[in-house]
T-cell receptor
Framework: EDKVVQSPLSLVVHEGDTVTLNCSYEVTNFRSLLWYKQEKKAPTFLFML????IEKKSGRLSSILDKKELFSILNITATQTGDSAVYLC?????????????FGQGTRLTINP | GAGVSQSPSNKVTEKGKDVELRCDPISGHTALYWYRQSLGQGLEFLIY????????KSGLPSDRFSAERTGGSVSTLTIQRTQQEDSAVYLC??????????????FGPGTRLTVL
């Protein structure tokens, strides 16, 4: 069964701390892994990773994929209160000829001032 | 359009009534997805369209749920005889259909459905 598992489920830190969010997966015919940030309703896109070992970076956020060990991490340095959100990991696979996106349950990150 | 739009943004209905949710994808996006997010839960895949056809309907929770897409653009998700457990935020996403390396899905703002 295709699945995506994120850890931790919840994380509370102080402003300025660095956090690492984890995502492990099992999916048929892996295509890519995506990270989203969800603050209210719609998730907003952060990164898409397709190649192993290549870090994607955007400001204080970075992410890397390990296709051999089937996991990805999302790092946030110098956290700010505006980083508080649910971070979703999703993996795209090709199942019976159809593209499918499987989401993890999310990590709820709370940044305290 | 500039992004994925959904309507209505909020819908309150009585148990047993039918509801129709609408999604307008980004122009030119051939793939369209419906998801559901219940309170405190992760995103649950419902159905995927490639053009007007739905190669993957595996996520539809029951035969009360149906979806269609016309003209390779607008999609409607219909829930018949709504139940209280149908209460959730229904999210639509669209993407370009890539042939390799995956692709990015862009999400709409969602429709919050409340069944009383």
């Amino acid at each position: 069964e295709d699945k995506v598992v994120q850890s931790p489920l919840s994380l509370v830190v102080h402003e300025g701390d660095t956090v690492t969010l984890n995502c492990s997966y099992e999916v048929t015919n892996f295509r890519s892994l995506l990270w989203y940030k969800q603050e209210k309703k719609a998730p907003t896109f952060l990164f898409m990773l397709t190649s192993s070992g290549i870090e994607k970076k955007s400001g204080r956020l970075s992410s890397i994929l390990d296709k051999k060990e089937l996991f990805s991490i999302l790092n946030i340095t110098a956290t700010q209160t505006g980083d508080s959100a649910v971070y979703l990991c999703a993996v795209q696979g090709l199942i019976q000829g159809a593209q499918k996106l499987v989401f993890g349950q999310g990590t709820r990150l709370t940044i305290n001032p | 359009g500039a992004g994925v739009s959904q309507s209505p943004s909020n819908k309150v209905t009585e148990k047993g009534k039918d509801v129709e949710l609408r999604c307008d994808p980004i122009s030119g996006h051939t793939a369209l997805y419906w998801y559901r997010q219940s309170l405190g839960q992760g995103l649950e895949f419902l159905i995927y369209f490639q053009g007007n056809s739905a190669p993957d309907k595996s996520g539809l929770p029951s035969d009360r749920f149906s979806a269609e897409r016309t003209g390779g653009s607008v999609s409607t998700l219909t829930i018949q005889r709504t139940q209280q457990e149908d209460s959730a935020v229904y999210l639509c996403a669209s993407s370009l259909e890539g042939t390799s390396g995956g692709y990015e899905q862009f999400f709409g703002p969602g429709t919050r459905l409340t069944v009383l």
